[in-house]
């Protein structure tokens, strides 16, 4: 049972436009959200988070939102770039509780 | 500072063999973890550790067992290999549950 889910496997786009990735969860409990990169032959890397408590967070290029009734959050990457094609993984945990990782999108921005 | 390191980075096995996934980190972080990602799927919690000397099963414990004697160190040991256990294995730490975590940049390992 994926109590993590991203339905997307792959997402293309072209360069300078948004790419938007999309995350469902089922767990209700979830208070906290993160994004994770990856690119081939190497670990995931923190991207950005965001608490149940917000309902945006921002950091450069890069903003998450996070509809709680819905139960969906989504990263926005504005403008991209070649260098963002990585695969994107969405990860949820409840308080105290480990990380819970969806399937992964791959991102791929065309020059 | 160089964060998480896992040795080896590629490694072919035969069924029936053992071998110990090695995972180390130099940021004084608590808690680790080790994870597998099969092909097209997420990440999925083997074993974790809140700290040395306590060990905690994840998701997909079976035919895997962790050792945490030191607060570096959190080797994962495979005993009897199998086919299904091919797959990339990525340890990581975090300070608290409440950050994220840092990632190795993995184990390739082929079971035939």
């Known amino acids: 049972d994926q109590q993590v889910k991203q339905n997307s496997p792959s997402l293309s786009v072209q360069e300078g436009r948004i790419s938007i990735l999309n995350c469902d969860y089922t767990?209700?409990?979830?208070?906290?959200f993160l994004w994770y990169k990856k690119y081939p032959a190497e670990g995931p890397t923190f991207l950005i988070s965001i608490s149940s408590i917000k309902d945006k967070n921002e950091d450069g290029r890069f903003t998450v939102f996070l509809n709680k009734s819905a139960k969906h959050l989504s990263l926005h990457i504005v403008p991209s770039q070649p260098g963002d094609s990585a695969v994107y993984f969405c990860?949820?945990?409840?308080?105290?509780?480990?990380?819970?990782f969806g399937k992964g999108t791959k991102l791929s921005v065309k020059p | 500072n160089a964060g998480v390191t896992q040795t080896p980075k590629f490694r072919i096995l035969k069924i029936g063999q053992s071998m110990t996934l090695q995972c180390t980190q130099d940021m004084n972080h608590n808690y680790m973890y080790w994870y597998r990602q099969d092909p097209g799927m997420g990440l999925k919690l083997i074993y974790y550790s809140v700290g040395a000397g306590i060990t905690d099963k994840g998701e997909v414990p079976n035919g895997y067992n962790v050792s945490r004697s030191t607060t570096e160190d959190f080797p994962l040991r495979l005993e009897l290999a199998a086919p299904s256990q091919t797959s990339v294995y990525f340890c990581?730490?975090?300070?608290?549950?409440?950050?994220?975590?840092?990632f190795g940049s993995g184990t390739r390992l082929t079971v035939v």
């Open positions: 990581a730490s975090s300070y608290s549950a409440e950050y994220g975590y840092t």
């Open positions: 767990n209700s409990m979830f208070d906290y």
């Open positions: 990860a949820a945990r409840r308080s105290q509780g480990n990380l819970i």
